[in-house]
């Protein structure tokens, strides 16, 4: 009785997954044209005319800067923040042999234009080996089926996608359904459809891990919904289209109107010769020439330009600036850009969780395939969203080093560099080609201190200085000789200069008291000039110019 009263009720529910799927479909397919700048031209153009349709392709602006903050800059994975472990460095080579920065960049573009990414993890690949290669999964060619009292658990994954057999050279339909089964783990199958038939199974394996082969996560958090929210959904895809319909219309406002038109009358067209060199005379006395004024408003049309501009940038939460539009602005202090950011960097802070977990996850099945163990903990360090003044930077971590709240590792690594490397390097600059120090450790600069203190002391209390050299430090006569003889040659430039010092001095003197005739002479009342560098017992220059 109640099934005649009432139609099926999994007709319907099937009914509205269908649905589901085609509107998903649709969003993606619209979004891509988006980005493209393939929306829909909403000018009629008749054949023959020119096309006046605008398409500012302000989408791909919003999903590249989007991209650029997330993954613009290098990511590290860490296992230990204190030393670099083996199993870090198998990490390291993995994402390296899977060129890591060029797959997340694509990862978060995926991310940003449909919503939900997927990365697929592919055993026994030879572009990768001896480390798993990781696939980019197209999400239009992903299903998902999951848990209907968790929606985060998946039990089932359905990538299909049409492909041409490499034997018959026919379009075929291709279908890989990953299954969790009852004892945990996942069955992999494989099937073909050629020209519409059945589907045929052409292979299947157990996946021999707990954890499925494709990983995925939200691109921005959604929450009660198992998919992610693109960069550009539909409302922003329709700010860009009316903003798009606003630019169509100027410029044929502008192709009609540009050029000025003239009316008159009174005269015959053949009376009047239009030209741009040409004298308009009209002998009529009830002739008259007048241009048509443009009766659009210009000024209207870009508040409007300007005020759905800001929309989008308002609505994707992508400050203009962030696009590289500086106009009217001018030197910003820190608070100033935190300000103008902080819808980007709310998002990006809201994405790095997102893509953070998976990744986590995803480094950590990695390594369980490296054979490291399945207990990894991985932590990522990402760089800063906001642009930074480095000299403020710079200046900001020397004080929290000298405060002792950071050390030179992490230092290193919040400026971009590698500490391990630049360790490195800098033992390689310390130690010559010929393996012998250039600059002396810490060790030895102590030591050469205290050498060069107690010489000092030695000198002041007396002893000679080639006395206490042969004597406390072994050197040699011809060493000593070397030294002493550097010393005087030293001492002799000194005294050289001393001398043409007081040479000019006495010239000077000689200039203004000496007779007429002999400006150079001193005069006779002239006084002998004081001795430069010391008395002449001291061993300076006396006022004779000879060795005291």
């Known amino acids: 009785m109640l099934d005649t009263l009432f139609p099926s009720l999994d007709y319907h529910l099937y009914e509205m997954v269908e649905r589901d799927e085609t ?10 044209e988006a980005y493209r700048g393939e929306l829909p031209r909403l000018l009629k153009v008749k054949f023959g005319d020119p096309d006046d349709n ?44 899977n060129r890591k920065m060029t797959l997340l960049s694509k990862l978060g573009t995926n991310g940003a234009l449909f919503g939900h990414p997927f990365v697929k993890v592919v055993l026994n690949s030879s572009l990768t080996a001896p480390y798993p290669r990781l ?68 292979g299947e394996q157990v996946w021999p891990y707990a954890w499925p082969p494709i990983h995925h996560c939200q691109n921005i958090p959604v929450p009660n919904e198992f998919w992610g929210e693109a960069d550009i959904p539909n409302d922003i895809i329709g700010l860009v289209q009316s903003r798009n ?90 608070v100033a850009l935190q300000i103008l950011y902080g819808p980007l960097v709310q998002k990006t802070e809201g994405k790095r969780q997102t893509y953070g977990d998976m990744l986590k996850d995803l480094c950590r099945h990695l390594l369980e395939v490296g054979g490291f163990g399945a207990d990894n903990v991985v932590s990522i360090v990402w760089p800063e ?45 310390v130690t010559s080609a010929d393996g012998e120090g250039d600059i002396p450790t810490e060790d030895e600069g102590k030591r ?14 007396g002893v000679p200085l080639d006395v206490f050299l042969e004597k406390y430090l072994a050197w040699s006569k011809q060493e000593i000789g070397a030294i002493l003889q550097a010393a005087e040659g030293t001492q002799a430039s000194e005294l050289e200069a001393q001398q043409r010092q007081l040479d000019m001095l006495q010239m000077q003197q000689g200039g203004m008291n000496g007779e007429p005739g002999q400006p150079g002479q001193p005069g006779p009342d002239a006084q002998a000039p004081r001795p430069v560098g010391g008395a002449v017992d ?3 220059v006396g006022a004779a110019g000879g060795n005291g």
């Open 245 to 334: 319909f606003a630019l169509s219309n100027w410029a044929r406002i502008i192709k009609y109107q540009a050029h000025q038109r003239l009316w008159g009358k009174g005269f015959r067209d053949d009376e009047v010769k239009i030209g741009v060199d040409d004298i308009f005379i009209i002998e009529s006395e009830t002739g008259q020439l007048a241009a048509i004024e443009p009766t659009s408003n210009m000024a209207g049309l870009s508040d409007l330009d300007r005020r759905l501009d800001e929309a989008i940038h308002e609505g994707s939460r992508t400050p203009a600036i962030a696009t590289g539009k500086v106009e009217g602005i001018g030197q910003l202090s820190g």
């Open 23 to 32: 509107d998903r479909l649709t969003r993606y397919r619209r979004a891509l």
């Open 538 to 540: 001291s061993g300076g």
């Open 135 to 202: 696939v980019l999964l197209d999400p239009a060619n992903v299903a998902c089926t999951w848990d209907d009292d968790d929606i985060d658990h998946v039990t089932e994954y359905r990538v299909q996608w049409n492909a041409i057999d490499p034997v018959t050279r026919k379009a075929v339909i291709k279908r890989q359904v990953i299954t969790e089964q009852a004892n945990g783990l996942w069955l992999i199958q494989d099937f073909v459809s050629a020209r519409g038939n059945r589907w045929q199974l052409a």
């Open 385 to 429: 969203i906001l642009p930074q003044d480095m000299q403020a930077e710079r200046a900001a971590l020397q004080v929290d080093m000298a405060l002792g709240v950071v050390s030179k590792s992490s230092v290193a690594q919040k400026l971009g560099y590698d500490w391990e490397t630049e360790q490195q390097r800098m033992a390689e600059e």
């Open 448 to 461: 050469l201190q205290a050498v060069f203190t107690a010489m000092k002391d030695a000198v002041d209390a």
């Open 54 to 97: 605008v398409q500012a392709s302000k989408c791909r602006v919003i999903v590249d800067s989007a991209v650029a903050y997330l993954f613009g800059q290098n990511i590290e994975f860490e296992l230990d923040a204190a030393s670099e472990t083996p199993a870090e460095q198998w990490l390291d080579a993995c994402w390296d042999a």
